[in-house]
Structure formats: C-alpha cells, structure tokens
C-alpha cells in the first residue's frame, strides 16, 4: 500500500508563483509513476504533469507546458510541481496521486493511490 499527502496550496496573485510537495510513503518501491490532476467543480479532472519513479521521464498537460515544472527528491520520496506564470484559469483543487505500475503511465484513471488534494486559488 501506499499512500501520498500533498502540501503547498494557497492563495496567489495572476503571474505568480507556488510550488506543491506531494510525499509518498509506504510500499515506495512499487510506484512507477508520480503524478498531479486538478480539478474544479463541474468540470472533469485535468492531467496536469506527470514524472517516473527514475524521474528519466516527464510530460505535461497542454495547457500548463512552459509554465510548470515536475521534479522528484529521491531522498524524501518528494515530487514537486513547481508553478510559475499562475493564471486564474489555474485555480483548482490539486491532487497528487501514484500509479502502482506495472509502467509508467500519464494516464491518471490507472493511479492507484491518490491525496486529498490542495486548493489552488490565483486572483485576478
């Protein structure tokens, strides 16, 4: 089993920056991929990036390319979304979640194991 908590929301200003921590902790060695999705009321849950337990690979979702940044902290099995350039279009409740394999995948619907999220809210 394994289990994520994400940290790191808050409240922002347009062009602003945050970063969220996602730590994963139980049955690590079994995590192919670490990944964030947000999601706001009413709408379905979006792929926002994505990163292989080796961090050899990462993708995107189109519409935060360029601006947000995925990395990975082997040491504390930590996985980062660092957020830069925030639209209000880019507030959302985030979830961090981890996909038990058995390959890394960007398609969120096989992570298995998911946080509770944390509120995301730029300003206009």
Request: aromatic share 12%; hydrophobic share 35%.
């Amino acid at each position: 089993q394994v289990q994520v908590m994400e940290s790191g929301g808050g409240l922002v200003p347009a062009g602003g920056s945050l970063r969220l921590s996602c730590v994963a902790s139980g049955f690590t060695s079994g995590i192919y991929t670490m990944g964030w999705v947000r999601q706001t009321p009413g709408k379905e849950r979006e792929f926002v990036a994505a990163i292989s337990w080796s961090a050899t690979r990462r993708e995107y979702g189109d519409s935060v390319k360029g601006r947000f940044t995925i990395s990975k902290h082997d040491a504390d099995n930590a996985v980062y979304l660092q957020m830069n350039m925030l639209k209000p279009e880019d507030t959302a409740v985030y979830f961090c979640a981890a996909g038990g394999g058995p390959y890394y995948t960007t398609n969120y619907s096989d992570w298995q194991y998911w946080g509770r999220g944390t509120q995301v809210t730029v300003s206009s």
